[in-house]
């Protein structure tokens, strides 16, 4: 019985440990006695004239050489190398045709500019670009189940559950999914259909759309820095972060709205717009400075919390905007200064606190994990699976 849990815990330092250290002890587990017993049970003792002294041939010997290097140079199969080939170059090439279906110019018939007719109609250009996702999506999903490249899997796994959530969209343009995870396009139903449903579907002026979602997993997963590069796009982001965490709690704050007062000292009722109005350009500045840097980042803790951050802005872009604050299409902020001058400021305050206060929870995790433990990001999902508190709507009328 002891002999059995001496061999069972063998096995399990061979197969779990890691590291020049943990070789080095792993080396003098499998020079000690424990080893050749258990060399010797599995082997057996009848090993020629070519056994050692203690009963352990050169057989044994050379197993042991065996096991050290498979472990110091892992082996990948010419599948899983055409696979993580296949990912990369699919992942490419999704990318583009995702943007041209996000193109407008899909969606409109394409004249000869000498005859004047029609040489392509809007929907021929939008099975054409259906029918190539289609394609490159399946091969992206199936290569993704044999790569080992998991900080793009992860990505495309995220891809494949906007999908599942669009289901129902996609089967009214013709594209069901099949078992497997892969697309099946339905050209006849495709054709029959409105253009402007599958426009809709792929918007990017919708930051929510699916064509948006895809498009922004598909950006994560296809990056391609090296460490340095990585490395200062992150601590670009955490700068960013630090100030939109600061930026938003002082626009929540008491003290940014107290009543300027007149010459003998006395509070008037007057805000010191100008004061606001800085901190607020420079939440904005900072909020941008955030998403440019971070979107090229290859932490998965600050791809997460951005996520959130962006999807919340989304939400309350309505509320935003009221106080001269805008939307892009790539999801950056714009900041009217005139419209926020003439903004009831005690209604700015309120907002932020809900808002600001929501967000100030994402970005102070995304300074976090691009300054002080992006090694323990990587058991964040892409999808940013986890608890936040305060990522509800801000509901009150303004």
Known sequence: MAMNQGYSGLFQSLSSSSGSTNFLADYASLKSGSYGRLMKAYYGTGQSSSSTANGVGTRTSNVLDQILEERKNPKVSEDVKEANANLTTGISNMKKTVATLQNDATYTATQNSQTGQVSQSAVDKTVSAMKDYVSQYNEVVNASKKST???????????????????????????????????????????ETDVTKVQDL?????????????ASRLNFAGIGLDATDSADKDNQAGSGAAGVKADSETLASDKLYEKVKDKDGKETDKYD????????????????????????????????????IREKTE??????????????????????????????????????????????????????????????????????????????????SI
Not at 278 to 300: C, L, P, R
């Open 149 to 191: 490249m998991t900080n793009k899997t992860g990505y495309i796994a995220n891809v494949m559950k906007a999908t599942a959530a669009n289901a129902d969209k996609l089967k009214e343009i013709g594209v069901t999914i099949n078992g497997d995870g892969t697309l099946q396009l339905n050209e006849k139903k495709l054709r």
């Open 273 to 308: 717009i100008d004061k606001i109005l800085s901190t607020a350009k420079s939440f904005v500045s900072n909020y941008n400075q955030m998403f440019i840097a971070g979107q090229s980042s290859t932490n998965s803790g600050v791809l997460a919390n951005l996520a959130q």
């Open 315 to 396: 939400q309350n872009k309505d509320a935003l905007k009221q106080f001269g604050f805008d939307l892009d299409e790539k999801g950056r902020l714009k900041l009217d200064e005139d419209k926020f001058k003439n903004s009831d400021m005690s209604q700015v305050q309120k907002f932020f606190k809900d808002y600001g206060s929501s967000i100030a929870t994402n970005a102070s995790l995304v300074d976090y994990y691009t300054t002080t433990n992006a090694n323990t990001a990587s058991g964040y999902t892409a999808g940013g699976a986890y608890s936040v508190q305060g990522s509800s709507r801000f509901a009150d």
């Open 202 to 214: 792929f918007s990017s002026k919708d930051l929510m759309s699916y064509g948006s979602t895809v």
